[in-house]
């Protein structure tokens, strides 16, 4: 199992620009996370899936949206990319809402 | 809503000491209560939890935890640090019966001295 996999590994966008974070995972999970951290903080949920087809906000859902055709995928877009969503982002997954979360290797995004 | 504070941003432990890393939650009832690693350019790895029952948890890599309701205390403990346990040490805290909205402390940096 690869687990929880996400590309790319780093990203510089241009203020305004539009990119899509991929994350999938191996395990069949149900419940899939984005998360991001900012330095010296620790991770804010940005948006959440309990299974394909249903998505919810977390914490920080703002410039950010997410769709969840699949069990395995769970992309991240960011659109008019902003200097304030510099930041390394994680996807995260568990099987069920009481299971560990397994986290991939994240993504260090950088809008100048 | 629940909150962590983990009130040491930095600390430095010479190899073979003991550590403790410590964390404050608040949350009206029994929380879920988590410890994750991140080594530099990596995930985070989960190294304990807890949920219910023995308020004394073992981990991976030799480390435990302690869950002190009177002091909303999760502190982490191990009795001899080895130069690979330097990393950034996060404490979450969930909403007890679900741990999918977990809310993360700022961490705590563990540097090993040799």
């Known amino acids: 199992n690869a687990g929880v996999t996400q590309t790319p590994k780093f990203r510089i966008l241009k203020i305004g620009q539009s990119m899509t974070l991929q994350c999938a995972q191996d395990?069949?999970?149900?419940?899939m996370y984005w998360y991001r951290q900012d330095p010296g903080m620790g991770l804010k949920l940005i948006y959440y899936?309990?299974?394909?087809?249903?998505?919810d906000k977390g914490e920080v859902p703002n410039g950010y949206n997410v769709s969840r055709s699949t069990t395995e995928d769970f992309p991240l877009r960011l659109e008019l990319a902003a200097p304030s969503q510099t930041s390394v982002y994680f996807c995260?997954?568990?099987?069920?809402?009481?299971?560990?979360?397994?986290f991939g290797p994240g993504t260090r995004l950088t809008v100048l | 809503a629940q909150s962590v504070t983990q009130p040491d941003i930095h600390i430095t432990v010479s190899e073979g000491a003991s550590l403790e890393l410590r964390c404050n939650y608040s949350?009206?009832?029994?929380?879920?209560l988590f410890w994750y690693v991140q080594s530099p350019g990596q995930g985070l790895q989960l190294l304990l939890k807890?949920?219910?029952?023995?308020?004394l948890v073992q981990g991976i890599k030799g480390f435990e935890a302690e869950f002190k309701r009177s002091q909303s205390s999760f502190n982490l403990r191990k009795p001899s640090v080895h130069w690979s346990d330097a990393a950034e040490y996060f404490c979450a805290v969930a909403p007890g019966g679900s741990n999918y909205k977990l809310t993360f402390g700022k961490g705590t940096l563990l540097t090993v001295n040799p």
């Open positions: 949350y009206g009832a029994t929380p879920y």
């Open positions: 395990m069949n999970h149900n419940y």
């Open positions: 899936s309990v299974g394909a087809g249903i998505t």
């Open positions: 807890y949920f219910s029952g023995d308020t």
């Open positions: 995260a997954s568990s099987w069920d809402n009481t299971d560990t979360q397994y």
